[in-house]
């Protein structure tokens, strides 16, 4: 057990939620949102965003956000 001294969220790790809240107006908006805001590749932000996902401390800052996609990510697994 960590006894509850988790780390905070990193600064990136805020901002792939921050992204993920905000909607996007048309195809390609939002990997150009990636490649130009947070400086990574589509495919990385991607893994990062799925690791985040399982990461009780995203849950803790973002309740709404991370069970939202964690739906919508069991939702495109079940379809497989």
């Known amino acids: ?10 600064r ?3 901002d792939i939620l921050a992204l993920e809240r905000r909607g996007f ?3 390609g908006a939002k990997e150009r949102a990636i490649r130009e805001e947070l400086g990574l590749a589509p495919i990385r932000y991607y893994q990062l ?3 985040l996902l399982d990461d009780p401390r ?11 996609l964690r739906r919508i990510r069991e939702r495109r697994r079940a379809e497989r």
């Open 49 to 51: 965003l799925n690791a």
């Open 25 to 27: 107006p048309g195809p």
């Open 1 to 10: 057990m960590d006894g509850g001294q988790r780390r905070p969220l990193g």
């Open 12 to 14: 990136r790790e805020q």
């Open 58 to 68: 995203a849950l803790e800052h973002d309740p709404v956000t991370v069970n939202r």
